[in-house]
């Protein structure tokens, strides 16, 4: 009797889901979607893109270090006044 209950809720509660949840969906066969981004033109402008937007950000840094240095090292120049002053 038990076994009867189980495969007639089993059976209501597959009658009562909704079709879609049953459908799987396969994406076709064609390389139409994602076709530009596998293109090679479109990876060397990319990677073209990135190398630039390295250097520049690279270079920014560079020149944020040199100012720094440069405080620095004026910084240093003063003290160095100062000790010698004292002497």
Same mark, same amino acid.
């Given at each position: 009797?038990?076994v009867l209950r189980t495969t007639s809720t089993a059976r209501l509660i597959a009658l009562r889901a909704p079709a879609p949840m049953f ?23 990319? /990677? !073209?893109?990135?190398? @630039?937007?390295? $250097?520049?950000?690279?270079? =920014? #840094? ?10 620095? /090292? !004026?910084?240093?120049? @003063?003290?160095? $006044?100062?000790?010698?002053? =004292? #002497?």
């Amino acid at each position: 009797m038990s076994v009867l209950r189980t495969t007639s809720t089993a059976r209501l509660i597959a009658l009562r889901a909704p079709a879609p949840m049953f459908v799987r969906n396969y994406s076709p066969d064609t390389r139409a979607e994602g076709a530009t981004a596998s293109s090679t033109s479109f990876k060397e402008r990319e /990677q !073209a893109s990135e190398s @630039k937007y390295i $250097k520049e950000h690279e270079a =920014q #840094k560079l020149k944020a270090a040199k100012e720094k240095l440069a405080h620095a /090292q !004026a910084e240093v120049d @003063k003290q160095q $006044k100062i000790v010698d002053g =004292q #002497k």
